[in-house]
């Protein structure tokens, strides 16, 4: 039997495979988590947006995604009608036996999410395997030991990445423009809770501010500014909700001199304090 209930945060064992419905995944819109398991879905049917880091996704039936360990997920909804498959590997799982496989995968202007789109015989095929490791798992005694889930987790990410590069190749035949948008968002990312001021990622970059912004907002349609401060709400709405942390150690965690530095921050761009969206 498939399990409904998604890991939040991290898989509290190995592995979990399942099922879920566009109601029980609703359940998981009411702020962003940062994911620390990797997580591979395949979309049955129905529809879903959700926003994964910086980027706004719509996933729809025959869709294969992949949340990357240490990605912020924020679900913004699922059609009543949505069922996705899913298998998620916890952290410590991944961290052991990935051999090097799971690595975070290029963004670009024409693909920056985590979405292949599969044909219907490839769409047969994941269906086909979703039953075939349903089976395996449940069986009593299961067919499927952690040792063989080692294979399991190489062989998905292994096709999950091909399927990802086939499906984005033209994206990839890159110009500079493109460098420099990919670039950028993996600096936003790595560097938001210390960098937060666009020059210090145009020097990082070795190009002026003036072409860094205008090139980000060529490529994207967004400000490069506006990257940050999503990178910069993301994780700090998954602190107030999941984390005890007071205020004052979050806003020292995301780089602001201090607390009433950020409370302004966050008050200007959700319109409620920390402590009030922590308590909403």
Same mark, same amino acid.
């Given at each position: 039997?498939?399990?409904?209930?998604?890991?939040?945060?991290?898989?509290?064992?190995?592995?979990?495979? @399942?099922?879920?419905?566009?109601k029980?995944?609703?359940?998981?819109?009411?702020?962003? *988590?940062?994911?620390? *398991?990797? =997580?591979?879905?395949?979309?049955?049917? @129905?529809?879903?947006?959700?926003?994964?880091?910086?980027?706004? *996704?719509?996933?729809?039936?025959?869709?294969?995604?992949y949340?990357?360990?240490? &990605?912020?997920?924020?679900?913004?909804?699922?059609?009543e009608?949505?069922?996705?498959? +899913?298998?998620?590997?916890?952290? &410590?799982?991944?961290e052991?036996?990935?051999? $090097?496989?799971?690595?975070?995968?290029?963004?670009?202007?024409?693909?920056?999410?985590?979405? =292949?789109?599969?044909?219907?015989?490839?769409?047969?095929?994941?269906?086909?395997?979703?039953?075939?490791?349903?089976? &395996?798992?449940? *069986?009593?005694?299961? !067919?499927?030991?952690?040792?063989?889930?080692?294979?399991?987790?190489?062989?998905?990410?292994?096709?999950?990445?091909?399927?990802? !590069?086939?499906?984005?190749?033209?994206?990839?035949?890159?110009?500079?423009?493109?460098?420099? +948008?990919?670039?950028?968002?993996?600096?936003?990312?790595?560097?938001?809770?210390?960098?937060?001021?666009?020059?210090?990622?145009?020097?990082?970059?070795?190009?002026?501010?003036?072409?860094?912004?205008?090139?980000?907002?060529?490529?994207?349609?967004?400000?490069? @500014?506006?990257?940050?401060?999503?990178?910069?709400? !993301?994780?700090?709405?998954?602190?107030?909700?999941?984390?005890?942390?007071?205020?004052?150690?979050?806003?020292?965690?995301l780089?602001?001199?201090? =607390?009433?530095?950020?409370?302004?921050?966050?008050? &200007?761009?959700? $319109? =409620?304090?920390?402590?009030?969206y922590?308590?909403?």
């Amino acid at each position: 039997m498939k399990n409904e209930k998604i890991p939040l945060i991290d898989c509290p064992i190995d592995y979990i495979f @399942g099922e879920a419905s566009g109601k029980i995944l609703n359940e998981y819109g009411r702020f962003p *988590c940062k994911i620390q *398991c990797a =997580v591979y879905a395949f979309m049955l049917k @129905g529809t879903a947006h959700a926003t994964l880091n910086i980027t706004r *996704c719509e996933f729809k039936e025959n869709d294969l995604i992949y949340v990357q360990p240490g &990605s912020f997920l924020l679900v913004h909804d699922f059609s009543e009608d949505a069922r996705l498959v +899913y298998i998620v590997f916890s952290s &410590s799982f991944v961290e052991k036996n990935s051999y $090097g496989v799971i690595r975070r995968l290029p963004l670009s202007p024409q693909s920056s999410s985590p979405i =292949v789109h599969l044909n219907h015989e490839q769409s047969n095929v994941v269906v086909a395997f979703s039953n075939l490791l349903d089976t &395996s798992i449940n *069986c009593t005694p299961s !067919m499927l030991s952690p040792e063989r889930m080692v294979h399991v987790l190489n062989l998905i990410h292994q096709t999950y990445t091909e399927l990802f !590069m086939s499906d984005n190749r033209s994206a990839y035949m890159q110009d500079r423009k493109t460098e420099i +948008y990919q670039e950028y968002n993996d600096l936003v990312l790595r560097h938001y809770h210390e960098w937060h001021h666009v020059a210090a990622y145009a020097e990082a970059l070795r190009i002026t501010v003036p072409h860094l912004c205008s090139t980000i907002k060529s490529a994207s349609g967004r400000t490069a @500014g506006d990257i940050i401060v999503d990178a910069i709400l !993301m994780d700090a709405k998954a602190q107030l909700k999941i984390s005890i942390l007071p205020i004052k150690e979050i806003a020292n965690n995301l780089g602001f001199e201090n =607390v009433a530095l950020f409370n302004r921050f966050f008050k &200007s761009h959700v $319109g =409620v304090t920390p402590k009030a969206y922590r308590n909403s």
